[in-house]
């Protein structure tokens, strides 16, 4: 069992920073992929980024690609979510995920691949 909790979600205007964290409790935390989605109000959950369990492999989106920037720290249970130059429409709540698998490394952005979810921070980005 895996139990994720985000955190550093604000209000921020167009063009600034956030950085998003999630803390992973739970033995297998560090073998497994895990991901940011975020959904916006109206809207499907969408992938945002994902990283490999050893961290070695990190993917985006289209749309926040160059601005994101996902990483983890393995020792310290904890995944993180650099975003830069915030648009508008990166305005949603945003959550961690943790794979049902071990040890992946690849095909990270369908949701239904993780079973470990997180309550979701929000994030408004103002224009």
């Known amino acids: 069992q895996v139990q994720l909790a985000e955190s550093g979600g604000g209000t921020v205007q167009a063009g600034g920073s956030l950085r998003l964290s999630c803390a992973a409790s739970?033995?297998?935390?560090?073998?497994?992929?895990m991901g940011w989605f975020r959904q916006a109000p109206g809207k499907e959950r969408e992938f945002v980024a994902g990283?490999?369990?050893?961290?070695?492999?990190?993917y985006y989106s289209d749309s926040v690609k160059g601005r994101f920037t996902i990483s983890r720290d393995n020792p310290n249970n904890r995944m993180y979510l650099q975003m830069s130059s915030l648009r508008p429409e990166d305005t949603a709540n945003y959550y961690c995920a943790g794979d049902r698998y071990l040890f992946r490394s690849d095909r990270l952005a369908d949701a239904s691949d993780y079973i470990y979810w997180g309550q979701g921070t929000q994030v408004i980005v103002s224009s």
């Open positions: 990283i490999s369990w050893n961290g070695a492999n990190a």
């Open positions: 739970g033995r297998t935390s560090s073998s497994r992929a």
